[in-house]
Structure formats: structure tokens, C-alpha cells
């Protein structure tokens, strides 16, 4: 699971108002080499949740993004859109899993895939 | 400028919907209102029934002819007519008339060039193709011919003259068109992609002709983000990953998903096999109660998918109910029992999945983003005029149909958002989606289609009268 996943997911247990950001549990992060894509970066930055993404990227053990909102103007330097990629599309999650801020409910993450799925009491 | 474009004489009802999709990508409206509807001229060449694959279409230039039928899966090619006719005399003469200024720089003596006689409807003899090059020599080529890699190939076309027109009414006139070709499908796409060669399958993988089909309506390109809430085992996110497409996918199905057949046959496996670029993220999750956080909206430029109808698999959703023996609600899994836990899901019926699939894009598509997805349809007399879902945000741009058998038929719907979302208009959205199930999908809910569709008493076939009314053109389904 890549932290552009992590950013729009939430925990959608019913009853939970306030279930995003996942706090992310790492057992086994790797880093796997993306196309870098100027394009798609400029058009993903503008629907990113800044401050979760630079978290979740602290997390997996790169701290090089702002913490704060950076200004768009910065598109235009290689230098953050390189960081940026990293952090957004490079950066795995393989083995850990997803907790839900308000009830403590591990997602589970297993060879990457986050399983979202509700158990019978919890829809 | 008017072009002649020859489709492959498959597929019909998708031929036009995919060249305009494409129009639109590469720019032919560019400069018009986009309140507008956005749809190109078509001309049909004199009595030709609609569905024959020649067709004028006007267009603004030639890189954007070009890049339509290069990216086109449907069109055998697009051409720039330097004369028709319905005898080689009424050819000859046209051609010469043609002005020399649009014939005189592809003619250069450094130039190469090949003619390539073709014919809808009946065969030429090699013989008779080499005579009908030979019959050209008219037009002052200059350059040297290659067949393998030419510069410019020239196309001479004849359409016949006889009852039998490969199925489609016969046409009055013989026509015989020579053009320059401008560009052509890559049909070699198909081979490669075909789903034989596809190391990981499920039961209902998209064949790949369709899945570039769709991927060409949701106008998928680099740069892009494209998501499928109905992933299986990719097929339909490979077509828009070759286009150079981001890519996403989620299935209520863990097995699909993560484990697939083994390290080497699962969905990453199918990117990797060609060369693509893998899947920004594959998840599980029910897309009747999707996981995205508040407030994200806006962020996919496209949505493909082919919803569970209940026919090959059904849908399925969160909350089903096991209850254990002595065990009288509400439902609860034990804390000790948490981990590892497999919740049971619940049969979700087509109504309520398109429904969700809606609501999802209309929230989850950028302005202008694409929602292309198929929808089944009983093709008894009943259903005739077949109400498609409707949605407030979305205007529907095409629906095209291919006939999976005698009793039902999918369509792929391209509807592209054109309204924002708010909560008002999704509240509309539920009261319309209501009103439409009440009146139009009660063959819809759980097991109604599978049962229409493979019933051996279905009403249409006993009755004879029925027959007669049945609007479809018998060779259509020789082709599509």
C-alpha cells in the first residue's frame, strides 16, 4: 500500500466521525522504484492531505516533506516533486496494518493490500 | 476537412461513440462552447445503410485525424479522398480534378509510397489488384514504392454492388474511393493483450477489445488516475494503464486481490507481464460502504468498471449475518475472535450497486471525468425503450450495445460529470434513483436476471407473433 492510498482512506465504521488518518503500524516497509510522473503529481498535490501524508511518511522513515502545507508554487521545483513522489507513490507499505483513530480497529495490510472490509457488527 | 473513415465492421454500436470520445481527448472541440453538445459531423456516401463502415467525418485538422485513429481500436483507417466514383472512368476523373496542391507533396521523388487495394463485401483476386494498381498510373508518382514501411500508403476501395453486402442492406451503387491514408488502428494491441496469453484469469476477465474499448471512452491517458471499484483480476485497468493511465482498483474478493494463483499470477503479475505500470494501490473493499475519508472528492479523472449484474457472478456487500445456533441478534464477533475474522457478506442486487457506483462518481469524479461502465438489458419486447440510470451530476454521452446472446444484451454507458456533488443533489439523486427502480429495474433485484436470462421458457422465443417485433437486425448478431 502506497501513502497516496493511506491519504484517502478513513475508517468508515459505523458510528466513527472521526476516522481519518489511519495511524499506520509498520511491520515491513520497502521502497519500490515508480515512473517519475510530473503530471500526475501536480494533479494528485491539489487533493493530498498534507499534514497526514507528511506524518505517514515520518512513519515509514522518510522525514524529508514540510510539515506544513507547502505553497503550490513549489510544483514547479524538480527537487519537491522528486521528495514528493517518493513519499506519495514509492514508499510501501507491505505488512502492518491501518488503525482507526477513534476505536483502535486494525485494518490489517498483507502483501500490500489493505483489507477495508467491516465485520457484521461494525456496519 | 471531410475524411473517409472505414471502420472494422465489428462492434457497431461502438464505432462512432469511440472516435468522438477520442475527438475529444485530442482536442476537435476545443474551441466550441463546452456547454455544447460535443459531436462531430458524419456524412454517410450515398445510400449507404448506418451501419456500414464508411463514413465522412469532418474534422479540424490532420494531426487530430491522425491521433484518432492511431489510438482507435474500431477504425481500419482514415483517409483523405482524392477521388471517388462508381466506375474507374468517374475515379480517374475525379482524382485528376483533385487540386495538385493537397496531391503533389506526397507524389515527391523522395518520397516512398505503396497502393493497397481493399474491397467490403467480396474479394479481389491478386491478379485483379495488381491490375487496379497498374490502372493508377495516371497520378504522377514520382517515388519509389517499399511495401513494408511507406511513407505515404494509398488506398483503393471498392464497395460492391451485389445483394449480399457482408450482411448489411444492399447497396444501390458501386463505389470505388482512392485516399491517402492519415492513420489507422494498432489492431496488433489485440494479439498481445489477448486473454489467452493473460497469466491470471478469472471467470468474467474483460476481453481485451472491449477493455480498450472502455479505456478509450474514459480517455485515459498519462497523467491521469483511473479507478475500478470492480477490479477482479485487472483486466479492464491494464487497457487504461497501456494508454499510460494511473491506475486503481478495489474488490470485496481478498483472494482476487492479494493472493491470486501464487507470487507469479496475480494481479500485479498481468501489469508486470506487459511492461505496464502497476496499480497505484489494489484494496479490498465494498464499494456499498466505500472507506474514503470525508471530504475527498474530486480525485479520479475516470472510473471503468463491469458491475456484478448477477448473470456469470453476483455482487456481493458487507453485512451478512451468520448467526451461530442458539445465538438471537444483533450480531457480534467476539473480542477474542477479532483477528483474523472472516465477516460473511450479503447478496447486493445489480439496483443498489449502480446506484453506489453513481453516487461514488458523482463524488469522486474531477469536473468533466468519465464514468464508463456496462448495464445489462433483457432484450424481450418489453424492454424496448430501455431507461438508462440517470444522476444529476452526469450527462450520458454514449451507450453503445453488444449482444452477449439471444436474451440480453450489455450496454457500456459513458456518462461524463458535469454538475459538482453536494448533499442536495445527492438527496435528488436517491429520490430519482428510487423512482427509476420502482419503474424500471424490478428485473433487476437479486436473481431476476440470471433467472430472464437462462430460463428455458423465455416468452419471446414461444411467441411467434413476438417474433416479428423484435427490432434488432438479424446480422448484427453475426458481428457484434
Known amino acids: 500500500m502506497r501513502l497516496l492510498t493511506h491519504n484517502m482512506l478513513s475508517s468508515n465504521i459505523k458510528g466513527v466521525i472521526n476516522g481519518f488518518p489511519l495511524r499506520i503500524e509498520a511491520e515491513r516497509v520497502v521502497v519500490k522504484q515508480v515512473d517519475f510522473n510530473p503530471d500526475f503529481l501536480k494533479n494528485m498535490f491539489s487533493k493530498i492531505d498534507w499534514k497526514a501524508l507528511a506524518d505517514a511518511s515520518k512513519i515509514m522513515g522518510y522525514a524529508e516533506l514540510p510539515d506544513e502545507v507547502p505553497d503550490p508554487s513549489v510544483l514547479d521545483s524538480d527537487e519537491f516533486l522528486r521528495k514528493f513522489h517518493h513519499a506519495l507513490l514509492e514508499l510501501h507499505l507491505e505488512e502492518g496494518a491501518l488503525v482507526c483513530p477513534e476505536t483502535g480497529r486494525r485494518f490489517p495490510v498483507n502483501k500490500g493490500i489493505p483489507n477495508m472490509l467491516l465485520h457484521e457488527d461494525e456496519v | ?271 508486470k507481464q506487459y511492461g505496464l505500470q502497476m496499480p497505484v494501490s489494489l484494496l479490498r473493499a465494498d464499494n456499498n460502504l466505500p472507506p474514503w475519508r470525508p471530504g475527498l472528492k474530486e480525485v479520479f479523472d475516470a472510473i471503468i468498471c463491469d458491475p456484478p449484474y448477477g448473470v456469470r457472478a453476483g455482487g456481493r456487500k458487507s453485512g451478512g449475518r451468520k448467526l451461530l445456533k442458539g445465538v438471537v441478534g444483533p450480531y457480534t464477533v467476539p473480542d477474542d475472535k477479532r483477528t483474523g475474522h472472516i465477516p460473511s457478506t450479503a447478496a447486493y442486487c445489480l439496483a443498489e450497486c449502480v446506484h453506489d457506483l453513481l453516487d461514488l462518481a458523482a463524488k469522486m469524479l474531477v469536473m468533466g471525468g468519465r464514468l464508463v461502465y456496462f448495464y445489462p438489458v433483457l432484450r424481450d419486447s418489453d424492454s424496448l425503450d430501455v431507461e438508462f440510470p440517470k444522476h444529476p451530476c ?62 428455458p421458457d423465455f416468452p419471446a422465443v414461444d411467441d411467434r407473433d413476438n417474433k416479428c417485433k423484435d427490432p434488432k437486425k438479424k446480422y448484427r448478431g453475426k458481428y457484434v
Open chain 2, 394 to 455: 452526469f450527462k450520458l454521452v454514449a451507450s453503445c450495445e453488444q449482444m452477449l446472446s439471444y436474451r440480453y444484451s450489455r450496454i457500456l454507458l459513458t456518462m461524463v460529470k458535469i454538475a459538482p456533488y453536494t448533499d442536495e443533489i445527492a438527496e435528488a439523486a436517491r429520490v430519482q434513483h428510487l423512482e427509476f427502480k420502482e419503474n424500471h429495474m424490478k428485473w433487476m433485484e437479486e436473481g431476476n436476471l440470471h433467472a430472464a436470462v437462462f430460463s
Open chain 2, 1 to 271: 476537412m471531410w475524411y473517409l473513415c472505414v471502420f472494422y465492421h465489428r462492434l457497431l454500436d461502438y464505432r462512432k461513440p469511440e472516435f468522438e470520445s477520442l475527438a475529444d481527448l485530442f482536442g476537435a472541440f476545443q474551441d466550441e462552447d463546452p456547454t455544447t453538445s460535443h459531436a462531430l459531423e458524419w456524412k454517410l456516401p450515398h445510400h449507404h445503410h448506418p451501419d456500414s463502415p464508411f463514413h465522412f467525418v469532418n474534422l479540424p485538422n490532420e494531426d487530430i485525424a491522425r491521433n484518432i485513429a492511431n489510438r482507435s481500436i474500431l477504425v481500419k483507417g482514415l483517409y483523405e479522398i482524392w477521388g471517388q466514383g462508381s466506375s474507374y472512368e468517374e475515379l480517374k476523373e475525379a482524382i485528376n480534378s483533385y487540386p495538385d496542391d493537397r496531391k503533389l507533396p506526397y507524389l515527391t521523388s523522395d518520397s516512398t509510397f505503396r497502393i493497397i487495394v481493399d474491397s467490403f463485401g467480396k474479394a479481389i483476386s491478386f491478379k485483379d489488384q495488381t491490375a487496379r494498381i497498374h490502372g493508377m498510373s495516371y497520378i504522377p508518382f514520382q517515388g519509389r514504392v517499399e511495401l513494408r514501411n511507406p511513407e505515404h500508403k494509398f488506398w483503393l476501395i471498392e464497395t460492391d454492388d451485389y445483394e449480399a453486402n457482408n450482411g448489411l442492406p444492399p447497396v444501390v451503387d458501386k463505389t470505388i474511393f482512392f485516399g491517402r491514408e492519415v492513420g489507422a488502428a494498432d489492431r496488433k494491441l489485440l494479439p498481445t493483450y489477448q486473454l489467452k496469453s493473460r497469466t491470471y484469469l478469472g471467470p468474467t476477465a474483460m476481453d481485451a477489445e472491449v477493455a480498450f474499448l472502455m479505456a478509450n471512452q474514459a480517455q485515459a491517458m498519462p497523467g491521469k488516475l483511473v479507478y475500478d471499484p470492480f477490479v477482479g483480476t485487472g483486466s479492464i485497468l491494464v487497457a487504461a494503464a497501456h494508454f499510460g493511465a494511473m491506475t486503481m482498483g478495489a474488490d470485496i474478493d481478498i483472494r482476487v486481490v492479494r493472493d491470486g494463483r501464487g507470487p507469479d499470477c496475480n494481479v500485479w503479475s498481468n501489469f
